[in-house]
């Protein structure tokens, strides 16, 4: 027999609204606490939403906890196999001494701290976003600045803002395949309008970073640059998320932009004395540059392949069976006014494991160890520790899933929905205010749009 999810379970719309709120607000509050960790405030969040969905809202128990396994195990796989395998070709590249050199090979570039701001925190800060997300971007790019002699605190909160471009789009579409899970909506429409808003900002962030470290006069000095290197990433921004989808938008919009600003840096250097820095190191040789940016390479090129339609359809024909989650599928229905018509909701895992694109990381990873030269015997205990190095983020991760699918199933999420579309002309604030609210206290964009994409 199907249940039909009410909006307004206690027959009055804002003790609804409060009620649907319980679960975000003990989320949030042990977050903005400090004393308890993340995985545990996911996990009270959860259980929250669960008993708020079968106490308050009159959700059947086997639905709610059905669908909390449904969300628990799509935040394992994709998400969970993308960051998994993402890491593990970090580590290598760190184990084989290359990713020293792919830094030195950025800082060789220009002696002008502001250079090295953008092109460090934004340019290569983005790549890493769309390579790994989840706050590695920041980590690495920060120590690399406090390696070039920035402070240690402005280090971070530059490459805090420098991060405000690439991350709509996270570690290979993360947030986006995160939020059309707990919506439905269609992955590649979602990517297509994220990338036609977020260009324009894309632009601005050079010049607010800069402005941000030394002024505004200071800033117009390196315009050039800073205008180089925002439109080379926002234009193939608007490109591959229209035209291919999420997966690679910030790797190639970062490569592009790195390659133009270094392009315009060997017939252009800032005006005046640069300020002083750290002395470089011996440069590599053009060999080992090639060499240290080759699992990144390789990674770009299979993830494209990956996120092509015609080898995506190939590999989901021989290993994407669907499943669906007995006692869920179609056992809920959406009513008036979410929905036109009373609507059955589908819950259907995709198993495919083939064409996921952490699949197409770990093929990388793999490659990418041999070709550098680590014994096999390294690469493989490498592997097994990530996962167990990872093994908080995933629980994370997956009670931040299960969450949201019990808010979605459940119908508390159209609840909030209701409750903010009647601010009417006042929803730009307060939808804003959600985001703001939502990244601040996650610390991620994909919890974010987990807890309010609905």
Known sequence: MNWSQQYDPLHSPVLSTVIALVPIAVL??????????????????????????????????????????????????????????????????????????VQRSLASLSSDRRIQLVLVA??????????????????????FLVGLGFAPLEAAVYSLIANTAPVAFGALGTPLIALQG????????????????????????????????????????????????????????????????????????????????????????PPGT???????????????????WLPWLILSVLVFAWGTPQVKGWLNAISAPQIRIAGLHEMILRTP?????????????????????????????????FLLGLPGRHIGRRYIETFSRVGTSLLTISAMLALGYVT?????????????????????FFGTLLGWLGVALTGSDTSSNVLFGG
């Open 337 to 369: 006014p979410v929905v036109a018509v009373p609507k059955p909701e589908p819950a259907v895992f995709s198993l495919n494991w083939l064409s996921a694109s952490g699949t197409a990381i770990a093929i990388a990873g793999w490659l990418s160890g």
């Open 408 to 428: 979605r199933y459940s119908g508390t999420d159209a609840i909030l929905g209701l409750a903010f579309a009647h601010t009417g002309m006042f929803y730009p």
């Open 182 to 269: 707990v919506t439905g909506l269609d992955l590649h429409a979602l990517s297509a309008m994220v990338g036609k808003q977020l260009p324009f900002f894309s632009v601005l962030v050079p010049f607010w970073l800069i402005a941000a470290y030394a002024g505004i006069r200071k800033m117009f000095e390196i315009w050039p640059a800073l205008a180089t290197a925002g439109l080379a990433f926002a234009i193939p921004q608007f490109l591959v998320s229209n035209y291919h989808g999420p997966w690679l938008v910030d790797i190639i919009a970062a490569v592009v932009s790195m390659g133009a600003l270094a392009l315009l840096l060997r017939y252009w250097q």
């Open 28 to 101: 949030l509050g042990a977050l903005a606490s400090h004393r308890i960790r993340a995985h545990w405030a996911a996990v009270g969040g959860l259980a929250m939403a669960i008993l708020v969905a079968v106490f308050a809202i009159g959700m059947p128990p086997g639905l709610a906890l059905r669908a909390a396994a449904f969300g628990a195990a799509y935040g394992l796989f994709p998400l969970g196999w993308i960051i998994v395998n993402t890491i593990f070709l970090y580590q290598l590249a760190v184990d084989s001494g290359t990713f020293a050199t």
């Open 122 to 143: 934004f340019s290569f800060g983005a790549f890493f976003e769309g390579a790994a997300g989840f706050g590695t971007p920041v980590a690495v790019t920060a120590a």
């Open 274 to 292: 640069p300020v002083a820095t750290r002395p470089a190191s011996t440069p590599a040789s053009r060999a080992a540059v090639w060499r240290a």
